[in-house]
């Protein structure tokens, strides 16, 4: 009989997540697969800012969700022999059984791990998953960046932000990036290529703006909301686009206590501003679309896939954690 381990929220986050909100619980599963059911062995765990503030939509406990990557052990489904890799949004466990045929909801759907040619079977939550298929089409499609523009991007130095930044540079952008450390702004202009990268917690926004980008701001890819953002949309040139993808620096705030915003609409109306907020799935049955595409870059040396890995299930809180307060460059993943 295989015993699972898995996290439990058992305390609602109330700001910054502590240790003790969870529970790791053991799970019994049952001696014999169901038809069309596989038993996977996880692999790699992804730790995301979404599981911040997801799960307050759900009565504690809950199971605490995210993606992952594993291997089927067992199986009784015709397309998923023993050996396959897939990926699941079966969260922060080690064993599961799953049926690969049920879940109508984005969260249940499990599919096969993309072709990697040789890659990290790791991608599968990164560059090659759910943050990759982020910065693919909500860039893209949102942001309809033409050669030579400007692209500003915060939460550069991140799963999504990283990827952005290359993908503008590969098509012809130029590209300013903000991070929250130096050492994160030297290494996105001198190993990722960004033109220009800021400290946002040292510089004043505005001015390292209009020094860096004297012609004003086509794209905005907003990775992080608050203030910051405000900053960059007042530098933005008539018909910029704004890809509103995430708002970290409100995550930790009270969801009752609604942070009063800065007034934009002058900003919106004189500039004429795109600005569409927008969740991944909603490509979802595109993805298989930008992973060719990701994978074709990452193989010709052309996008770089950072990963800042935790080794070990027991320290998959403190990987969470240390990603939230801005440990990774790049991906932050969990090797179980
Ligand atoms: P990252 O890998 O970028 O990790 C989070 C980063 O956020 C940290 O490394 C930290 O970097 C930064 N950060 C933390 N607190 C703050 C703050 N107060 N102000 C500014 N930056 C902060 O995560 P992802 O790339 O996975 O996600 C980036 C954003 O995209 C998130 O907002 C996320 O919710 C969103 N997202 C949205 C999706 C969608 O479908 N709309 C899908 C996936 C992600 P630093 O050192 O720079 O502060």
């Not at 397309?79 to 909801?105: A, C, E, L, Q």
């Not at 523009?149 to 932000?161: F, Q």
């Given at each position: 009989?295989?015993?699972?381990?898995?996290?439990?929220?058992?305390?609602?986050?109330?700001?910054?997540?502590?240790?003790?909100?969870?529970?790791?619980?053991?799970?019994?599963?049952?001696?014999?697969?169901?038809?069309?059911?596989?038993?996977?062995?996880?692999?790699?765990?992804?730790?995301?800012?979404?599981?911040?503030?997801?799960?307050?939509?759900?009565?504690?406990?809950?199971?605490?969700?995210?993606?992952?990557?594993?291997?089927?052990?067992?199986?009784?489904?015709?397309?998923?022999?023993?050996?396959?890799?897939?990926?699941?949004?079966?969260?922060?466990?080690?064993?599961?059984?799953?049926?690969?045929?049920?879940?109508?909801?984005?969260?249940?759907?499990?599919?096969?791990?993309?072709?990697?040619?040789?890659?990290?079977?790791?991608?599968?939550?990164?560059?090659?998953?759910?943050?990759?298929?982020?910065?693919?089409?909500g860039?893209?499609?949102?942001?309809?960046?033409?050669?030579?523009?400007?692209?500003a991007v915060t939460g550069?130095?991140?799963?999504?932000g990283?990827?952005v930044?290359?993908?503008?540079?590969?098509?012809?952008?130029?590209?300013?990036?903000?991070?929250?450390?130096?050492?994160?702004?030297?290494?996105?202009?001198?190993?990722?290529?960004?033109?220009?990268?800021?400290?946002?917690?040292?510089?004043?926004?505005?001015?390292?703006?209009?020094?860096?980008?004297?012609?004003?701001?086509?794209?905005y890819f907003d990775n992080v909301g608050g203030?910051i953002s405000?900053?960059i949309l007042?530098?933005?040139?008539?018909?910029?686009?704004v890809a509103v993808c995430g708002s970290i620096s409100?995550?930790?705030?009270?969801?009752?206590?609604?942070?009063?915003?800065?007034?934009?609409?002058?900003?919106?109306?004189?500039?004429?501003?795109?600005v569409?907020g927008?969740?991944?799935?909603?490509?979802?049955?595109?993805?298989?679309?930008?992973?060719?595409?990701?994978?074709?870059?990452?193989?010709?040396?052309?996008?770089?896939?950072?990963?800042?890995?935790?080794?070990?299930?027991?320290?998959?809180?403190?990987?969470?954690?240390?990603?939230?307060?801005?440990?990774?460059?790049?991906?932050?993943?969990?090797?179980?």
């Amino acid at each position: 009989m295989v015993k699972a381990r898995k996290y439990v929220v058992i305390k609602q986050f109330n700001g910054p997540p502590k240790r003790d909100d969870f529970d790791i619980v053991e799970e019994e599963l049952s001696n014999t697969l169901q038809k069309d059911e596989i038993l996977v062995k996880t692999e790699w765990i992804s730790v995301d800012p979404y599981l911040r503030i997801y799960g307050l939509r759900y009565p504690i406990p809950y199971d605490q969700f995210s993606y992952q990557v594993g291997i089927v052990e067992e199986s009784r489904h015709p397309k998923f022999p023993v050996g396959t890799r897939v990926v699941s949004h079966k969260g922060w466990r080690d064993y599961t059984i799953m049926d690969p045929n049920k879940g109508d909801s984005m969260f249940d759907r499990v599919y096969k791990l993309p072709p990697l040619n040789d890659l990290s079977e790791s991608l599968g939550i990164g560059a090659v998953g759910m943050p990759g298929a982020t910065a693919y089409f909500g860039f893209l499609e949102l942001c309809q960046p033409k050669a030579g523009e400007t692209v500003a991007v915060t939460g550069a130095a991140g799963a999504v932000g990283s990827i952005v930044g290359q993908i503008a540079k590969i098509k012809g952008c130029r590209v300013i990036g903000f991070a929250g450390s130096d050492d994160k702004v030297k290494w996105l202009e001198n190993d990722l290529g960004f033109d220009k990268a800021f400290n946002y917690k040292t510089v004043d926004v505005t001015a390292a703006l209009k020094q860096a980008a004297p012609k004003g701001i086509d794209c905005y890819f907003d990775n992080v909301g608050g203030e910051i953002s405000s900053l960059i949309l007042n530098q933005m040139n008539e018909f910029g686009r704004v890809a509103v993808c995430g708002s970290i620096s409100s995550y930790n705030e009270n969801p009752n206590e609604v942070p009063k915003a800065t007034i934009l609409q002058p900003t919106l109306v004189f500039k004429q501003l795109k600005v569409e907020g927008f969740i991944v799935w909603r490509w979802f049955d595109r993805w298989s679309e930008a992973f060719a595409e990701l994978v074709g870059w990452i193989a010709s040396g052309k996008l770089k896939t950072p990963e800042h890995v935790t080794e070990g299930f027991e320290n998959l809180f403190d990987a969470f954690s240390g990603m939230l307060s801005g440990d990774n460059f790049g991906k932050a993943v969990v090797k179980v």
